[in-house]
């Protein structure tokens, strides 16, 4: 057990170490991503399609790599190397996006990046995309080793931690956002960077609490040389370099089928798009060949189950990540930002999605227990089908304000604050119980691989995203009326995708209940 010295209020003190790292890297990753699509099309430097397709690759990206940051630091690397290595890229990013902001604009407002800022800019979400894999499954993994096995304290250890996550993302939307848009994108990308590096300086300074429990499983075999006399350890910093230069260029490759673009409606698709779907049916390939592994029917059955689940969530963030996209350019283009007397920023919006977040999660925390005390307690792909009607709800709020906007074609942001509200109720039934079933319904031996593919269809949510954002697409200097008439032409469609899934997912339940019974 622990040493009782190095608890703080009930808990490891390493847990605050890596609350503290994690609240940073939020703080970081939210405020860039509240700013990215508003620096991107406010100077029409993309137009809208372009700008979604680029949100949803980078943030794509940056949720598939930790399946390589986490597989690394298991074999070789050790958690706390790879935070510290994936904290540095980090920061290298947000400074180098901070050049680009500024390059972009000196002052706000005036003149377009050139070509070669634009590659620092590609660059640099490359460097942020490869530092999150680095940084954020492994943080995650040492707060689990903090507590011994059957620690009843892992569970509110966890939820401590994803608070932390909200509260960066909290803080970041509302300041980084305010920085960025009101003084210049430069310096909202460089306070998020200068934020990430005060946290890393953190975890650096409070790596003792870690209580070695992050440390590389084979340290000699780190050190040893392995190629023209540099060691596993360096060649892992050097492959994860090589990996941030090819990350740069998928970042900016579109694929033109030519006489086959029919196929894919006409339009080039993103190679991450492409790698995506290779990678998802590579995923499906080895989950039908474990099913035949000489599994037993009830473990058979939990894991479709769980695949079904897992496959269900990355539509749930397709729609979900509209927040970052179309949600952010009507509060900008179409939105009467101003309660309580303050005149809130477009970016700043996505602030009310984290707050809903800290406000609901000590609500379901409460619920769940009691639910299950009554036998009320709904099973898995009940909590899903439920997370996609609330989900498709929250749409359904915005494209009525949408089709109904105040004086001046403006929309009131209290429409916004209650959709808002109404789909982190979808989440808080479908992230947080996601994570809970991946360990509750996988064969003990799959499940890191199956986490690892948890955060692999928030990847390709991601990617969902930016396509499907692509649909609100409004070309530059259209009116307020126009844009509002597109916004809640899509929004409706995506409240009927939302309901409609969650509808089906209903249906399926019963069957899904059956297969897991015995
Ligand atoms: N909001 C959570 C985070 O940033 C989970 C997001 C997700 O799984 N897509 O960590």
């Known amino acids: 057990a622990p040493a009782a010295a190095d608890q703080f209020l009930g808990h490891p003190k390493g847990l605050y170490v890596c609350f503290l790292t994690e609240m940073w890297e939020r703080f970081a990753f939210y405020g860039m991503k509240a700013l990215l699509l508003l620096?991107?099309?406010k100077h029409h430097l993309f137009s809208d399609t372009d700008g979604y397709l680029l949100l949803g690759t980078y943030a794509g990206l940056?949720?598939?790599?930790?399946?390589?940051?986490?597989?690394?630091a298991d074999r070789y690397l050790g958690m706390r190397k790879a935070v510290v290595f994936g904290g540095m890229l980090l920061v290298l990013g947000q400074l180098g996006m901070a050049y680009t902001g500024h390059a972009a604009t000196g002052v706000q407002g005036a003149g377009v990046p050139d070509a070669s800022a634009v590659q620092v800019m590609y660059f640099s979400l490359a460097l942020i995309g490869v530092g999150v894999g680095f940084l954020k499954p492994n943080i995650s993994t040492i707060v689990g080793r903090l507590y011994p096995d059957n620690d009843p304290r892992r569970d509110s250890g966890f939820t401590i931690f994803y608070m932390g996550i909200n509260v960066g993302a909290f803080m970041s939307s509302l300041i980084v956002a305010y920085v960025g848009e009101k003084i210049g994108w430069g310096y909202g990308f460089a306070l998020a960077g200068v934020m990430m590096a005060l946290g890393l300086v953190q975890f650096v300074v409070g790596r003792r609490h870690l209580q070695g429990r992050a440390e590389p499983a084979d340290p000699a075999l780190l050190r040893a040389p392995v190629f023209a006399g540099l060691s596993?350890?360096?060649?892992?910093?050097?492959?994860?370099l090589l990996l941030t230069v090819v990350v740069w260029q998928v970042l900016q490759t579109r694929i033109n089928f030519g006489p086959l673009s029919s196929l894919v409606g006409g339009h080039e698709v993103t190679l991450t798009e492409l790698v995506a779907v290779v990678l998802g049916l590579g995923l499906y390939a080895w989950f039908i060949r474990l099913l035949f592994s000489g599994i037993s029917r009830a473990e058979k059955g939990r894991m479709?189950?769980?695949?079904?689940?897992?496959t269900v969530s990355a539509l749930f963030w397709g729609l979900y990540e509209q927040t970052y996209g179309p949600w952010v350019a009507m509060a900008d283009r179409a939105m009467d930002r101003t309660t309580f007397g303050i005149e809130w920023t477009a970016g700043q919006t996505t602030a009310i999605g984290a707050l809903a977040v800290i406000a609901m999660s000590p609500l379901f925390a409460w619920l769940w227990p009691r639910l299950d005390k009554r036998g009320l307690n709904p099973s898995y792909p009940a909590k899903?089908?439920?997370?996609?009607?609330?989900?498709?709800?929250a749409f359904g709020v915005l494209a009525f304000a949408a089709a109904n906007p105040g004086p001046d074609m403006l929309v009131s942001l209290w429409w916004m604050i209650l959709a808002y509200f109404v789909?982190?109720?979808?989440?808080?039934?479908?992230?947080?119980?996601g994570l809970a079933a991946v360990t509750a319904l996988s064969i003990p031996r799959a499940v890191g691989l199956m986490m690892g593919a948890w955060f692999l269809f928030s990847a390709f949510g991601e990617i969902i995203a930016g396509r499907l954002g692509t649909w609100a697409a409004i070309p530059p200097y259209a009116t307020r009326e126009y844009a509002l008439a597109v916004y809640s032409g899509v929004f409706t469609q995506m409240m009927w995708i939302g309901l409609v899934a969650g509808a089906l997912l209903f249906l399926a339940t019963p069957l899904l209940k059956r297969l897991t019974r015995g």
Do not use: H, N, Q
């Not at 479709?304 to 897992?310: D, H, Q």
């Not at 789909?423 to 119980?433: A, N, T, Y």
């Open 423 to 433: 789909l982190v109720l979808g989440e808080m039934v479908l992230s947080p119980v």
């Open 384 to 393: 899903f089908a439920w997370g996609l009607v609330f989900c498709g709800l």
């Open 232 to 240: 596993r350890e360096a060649l892992i910093y050097a492959g994860g």
């Open 304 to 310: 479709v189950m769980l695949m079904v689940l897992i």
């Open 62 to 72: 940056a949720y598939a790599l930790p399946l390589l940051g986490g597989l690394l």
């Open 39 to 41: 620096y991107l099309t």
